[in-house]
C-alpha cells in the first residue's frame, strides 16, 4: 500500500488570501492567524497576496480572481458569519460554503474555507486567536498541506497499477 499525506511546506509556494471586511474585528485576527502561521512554514511575504473584500458572499468570487491571475498554489478565504435575528445568516453562510467550493473544484487548486460560522461575537473572537485556537492559522496550514499532497499525487513516485494483469 503507498500512503500519501501533505505536509505543511511554504518554500516557493504562492498563496492568495481574500479575507472579509465584515466582522473584521474577528477577521483581522483570523488574517494575522494565517500569515504567521505561513511566515512560520517558510512561505515568503512577497509570495502572499491579501485581498481584502466586503463580505463573505464575496470571498468565492475573490478567490476565482486570484486563481484566474494564475501562479497560486492555494487560496484561502476567512470570514466570519454571526447569527443575526433573520434567515440572512443561512444564505451568507450557503453561499460562502458553496461558493468556495466550486472554485476549488473549477480551478484544481486548494481553495480553503475559512469562515466562522458562529452564534455569537464572543464564540467567533475564541476561534479567532483565543481559547479555541486560531482557524485563520489552522486553515493556511491545511492549505499547505492540500497543496503539497495534490502536488504528489500529480507526480506519484512509482507508476500506480491499475490492476490489471498484461
Partial sequence: MHELEGRALGARRRIGIAVARYNEDVTSKLLAGALDALRGAGVADDDVVVAHVPGAV?????????LRAGGYDAVLALGAVIRG????????CEAAEQGVLRVGLDHHVP????????GTQEQALDRAGGAR???GAEVALDALRM???LSRVA???RP?????SD
Avoid: F, I
Fill in 58 to 66: 464575496e470571498l468565492p468570487l475573490t478567490c476565482q480572481a486570484l
Fill in 85 to 92: 435575528e433573520t434567515d440572512h445568516y443561512d444564505y451568507v
Fill in 111 to 118: 481553495v480553503m474555507l475559512g469562515v466562522l460560522t458562529c
Fill in 133 to 135: 485556537g486560531n482557524k
Fill in 147 to 149: 497543496a503539497d499532497l
Fill in 155 to 157: 507526480t506519484p513516485s
Fill in 160 to 164: 500506480v497499477s491499475s490492476g490489471a
